[in-house]
Each structure stands twice: as C-alpha cells, then as structure tokens.
C-alpha cells in the first residue's frame, strides 16, 4: 500500500513538488494549510506530511517552526531541498503592462521583491495561502492579474507564464522536513532538532547551553528563536546539530542541556541532505 503523505496544496505547490521527489510512488493528500497538513497526520488520514521550514533568501517559515514549539509532538524523520524558481503567470489574453495586482505566497513575493519593484512597480501585492492558490485568485480576480508559482502550476492551471526565473538570487532554495510519529534510526550522517529556553535571563546561559554541544565536538549548523507566547524579550532556540540523538556524546549533551534548561524538547533526528544550494 502506497504512503500517504499530506502536503500544503493545492496541486501545483512547490510543497507537492518536495513530497513527490521525496516518495515518487506516495498517494498525496493535498491541505488547505501547513498546520492541517500535521493534523492530517495526527488524525491517521496521512502517514506522513512535508513541510517547508525555511528558504535561503526569505529564511526561517514561521508558521513550521510555530507548529514543531507549541501545538504537535509529531517528530522530524527526514528533510529535502528544493531549488525554486519562480515564474509570472497570467490568462492568455493579458498584457502585462495592464497588470494591476499580482498573487503569490508572501515567501514568493519576498524573494521576488526586487523584480517586482522594477517591472510591476505599480501593481498591488497580494498575499495567498500558497503559490497554487495564488493561481486560482488570479484567474477569478476582477481585476488585471498575474501570479507567481512554479512551472508546474502554471502547466496545470494553462496560463500564460510571462516570464521565468523571477526570482531576486539563483541560488534561491527551500528546505522542506517530513513529519510523522516518529523520527528516524541512526544513518551516520545524521541531524537533530531541538528546541529550548531558560526560566531566567542571566548573562552567559545561552552562551553556556551552547557549550555543552561544542565541548563534545558537536557541530552546531543553526540557531534561531521564536517568542515563547509569554511575554516581550523571553525566547525559544531552536537548534540544529550534527548527530543522532541516540548517538553517545549527543545523549549525553542533551541529558547536560536538560539540567540547564525550563524546557527542552527533541524535534526529531533524520538523515541530512547535503545540497549545494543553502
């Protein structure tokens, strides 16, 4: 039986680009969201979701990060990196200097700022649920429209692309993590995920914490926050190491972090993707 994996749709998405290179044979199940997405999950109506977590150019995806802290104990078992290129897409019968808005998810219209700015400086930029939906409001809209996703959609949904690789850097590229109920066994070229904060505020904790990773020669390859919902200037860090949780010295900096830190929470450990293009 086929793998079931929930995606943000609809068809056309650069997410259900992730989730078919990453499991060409997979049924997918397309939702409205990334948060339904994980809830599919949860519910048994997929067994696994994709969901991106970060861009080179627009950085960290909130909502991902948002969902991994504070709403599912779903575990991080794998990742994929995606190139992205982007096009601008219309009905046939539009001419592009009477564009008057132009539809796309906010990281699409972030890393399109540039090209915008110059050859639609006066159209109005609105934000869709994603680069797929973004097509569909364009085509419907009552005014002059175009949209920004991917060739895919564009070939699905048989508009006019106006133009390719609109994209403001080259090396534009997407991360996308694949959740389930849990993550995965030790590979030898592995990632952990985690997330932490502090009861307090005292000069060095951070720096502390962190030093539990690199006294065991633990590589650390990211480190950003989130607010922890609980007031101005407290913070959640999340981190991404090399290792496997269950690997010895990993063990046993998180069991040293533990005593450190108000929470900490294990995101998951997943074979790495070594790309090029983040």
Not at 50 to 70: C, Q, R, W, Y
Not at 97 to 109: N, P, R
């Amino acid at each position: 039986m086929a793998k079931r994996i929930a995606y943000l749709g609809p068809k056309g998405t650069y997410t259900e680009e992730a989730a078919t290179r990453y499991d060409p044979e997979a049924s997918l199940v397309s939702c409205s969201t990334i948060t339904s997405s994980a809830q599919a999950v949860v519910s048994g109506e997929a067994d696994e979701a994709v969901l991106p977590i970060e861009n080179s150019l627009g950085g960290a995806v909130a909502e991902t990060l948002d969902l991994l802290i504070h709403q599912s104990e779903l575990q991080i078992r794998g990742e994929i990196v995606l190139p992205i290129h982007h096009c601008i897409m219309a009905k046939h019968d539009t001419n592009p200097a009477d564009v008057t808005v132009v539809y796309s998810h906010t990281q699409s219209l972030a890393q399109c700022r540039s090209y915008l700015a110059k050859n639609y400086p006066n159209a109005r930029l609105v934000a869709s649920l994603s680069n797929s939906a973004a097509v569909g409001e364009m085509q419907t809209s009552e005014d002059t429209a175009a949209a920004i996703a991917g060739r895919r959609a564009a070939e699905l949904y048989k508009t006019n692309i106006l133009d390719l690789d609109i994209e403001d850097n080259p090396s534009n590229a997407t991360r996308f993590v694949i959740m389930a109920h849990t993550d995965s066994q030790p590979t030898g070229t592995d990632k952990t995920s985690l997330c932490f904060d502090f009861d307090s505020d005292a000069p060095g904790t951070l720096v502390i914490a962190l030093g539990e990773f690199s006294n065991r020669g633990i590589n650390l390859n990211k480190i950003e926050s989130r607010p922890t919902r609980m007031g101005l200037g407290r913070y959640i860090f999340m981190v991404d190491i090399d290792g496997h949780r269950q690997d010895a010295k990993v063990a046993d900096a998180l069991d040293a972090l533990r005593g450190l830190a108000s929470m900490l929470k294990v995101l998951g450990s997943y074979p790495r993707e070594v790309s090029s293009s983040i």
